[in-house]
């Protein structure tokens, strides 16, 4: 099919703004765009004069926000609205005005597909905070559709977002019932601090803190603290170590399905059990594994003790580190959690393994 670039579906850059110093502005950083939902969810309601040097580009309803920095990480969407006063972006972001043959929910969707990313990704600069100009972004060679095709395009799509986003908010809704029934079960064992213990009496640890191993295109899965988060494993970003460094890399300890792993910094204090998802994995920098004692603790309920708020509490007093917070392990291991018995632990982990059946049926 015939390609043609991004920038020849869109009116040309309106570059940056100038305003009076007490015009009131609607901001839009980086941070006001869900990377997930792709939508707008807020703005800082600022005099110019007042606002940041970077808040500059101006953009309006219909236009189709794409943040250059971090371009992994996908931060577009639409302007679905105009804001109450003047709306104006940061220069992180490439703004994109269709022209008027051009559906702008064709170009929001374009720029949240897979081959779009895959092609940002690639010619980001900078190791630490990767980015791309404007001038990549306009250049991505895009399908050539008719206006009608790019409708028809559009609204398959929207539906299908609109399916996915109500999955979403089931899956969440189960999600909050586990964090509830765990509560119910144990918040007076929390709160009263009954029959506590610290990590290392009730726990293996192998700490994978170390020498970054070797990647490689293909091998033995290589799991990272990119893949814990909010109790869940992802299985991208998808990592790998060569074959033949595995009995290297793994000198600590070999993880198990349904141990317990932790981040001890950027991000810290994520977790989640291993799934059983890999006949054979590795597990990389910046992560613990815990492996209960199984006559006194079950992994579910750790899982869920460890992400609690009493212990995340304890957990970031023992933390350190000016702009990257970490714990070290010694200091992990000490930290403290309650142990019921094992009855009330069963069922709840009975209770947990039943909600994640249901999530098959949504």
């Not at 390609?3 to 570059?15: E, F, N, T």
């Not at 009131?24 to 040097?53: C, H, M, R, W």
């Not at 050539?144 to 979403?168: F, M, N, P, W």
């Not at 299985?235 to 595995?246: A, K, L, S, T, V």
């Amino acid at each position: 099919m015939e390609k043609i670039k991004l920038g020849d579906l869109c009116k040309p850059s309106a570059g940056q703004i100038k305003e009076d110093e007490d015009t009131l502005i609607d901001y839009i950083d980086i941070s006001s765009v869900d990377n997930e939902t792709k939508k707008v969810t807020g703005y800082q309601t600022i005099t110019f004069g007042e606002a940041p040097s970077r808040a500059r580009k101006a953009v309006r309803r219909g236009n189709v926000l794409v943040s250059t920095v971090r371009p992994n990480l996908n931060a577009v969407a639409l302007l679905e609205e105009d804001t109450p006063n003047v709306s104006v972006a940061s220069t992180g972001f490439c703004i994109l005005e269709s022209k008027d043959d051009v559906d702008p929910r064709f170009i929001l969707n374009f720029c949240k597909s897979k081959p779009f990313i895959d092609d940002m990704v690639s010619q980001a600069i900078g190791a630490s905070y990767p980015a791309v100009s404007d001038k990549i972004v306009r250049s991505a060679l895009v399908p050539k559709y008719s206006y009608q095709e790019q409708q028809h395009i559009s609204t398959v799509l929207d539906k299908l977002a609109g399916i996915i986003d109500d999955r979403r908010i089931e899956l969440q809704q189960l999600d909050d019932l586990i964090k509830a029934r765990f509560v119910e079960l144990f918040g007076d064992y929390f709160n009263c601090h009954i029959n506590e213990k610290e990590l290392d009496e009730v726990c293996d640890f192998i700490d994978y803190r170390g020498k970054t191993p070797e990647k490689s295109e293909e091998g033995i899965p290589l799991i990272t603290a990119k893949n814990v988060k909010d109790n869940k494993f992802f299985i991208d970003p998808q990592e790998f170590i060569p074959e033949e460094n595995y009995d290297d890399v793994m000198t600590r300890g070999i993880p198990r399905v349904n141990d317990v792993l932790f981040t001890t910094e950027a991000p810290l204090g994520n977790v989640c059990r291993i799934p059983d998802v890999y006949e054979k994995f590795c597990v990389g920098q910046r992560l613990i594994t815990m492996q209960p004692h199984e006559d006194i603790l079950n992994s579910e309920y750790l899982e869920y003790a460890l992400a609690s708020p009493e212990f995340q509490d304890k957990m970031w007093q023992k933390s350190s580190g000016s702009t990257v917070k970490g714990i070290r392990s010694k200091l992990l291991i000490l930290l403290t959690i309650p142990v019921p018995p094992m009855t009330i632990q069963e069922e709840f982990k009975n209770f947990l393994h039943q909600v994640d059946k249901s999530k098959l049926f949504y």
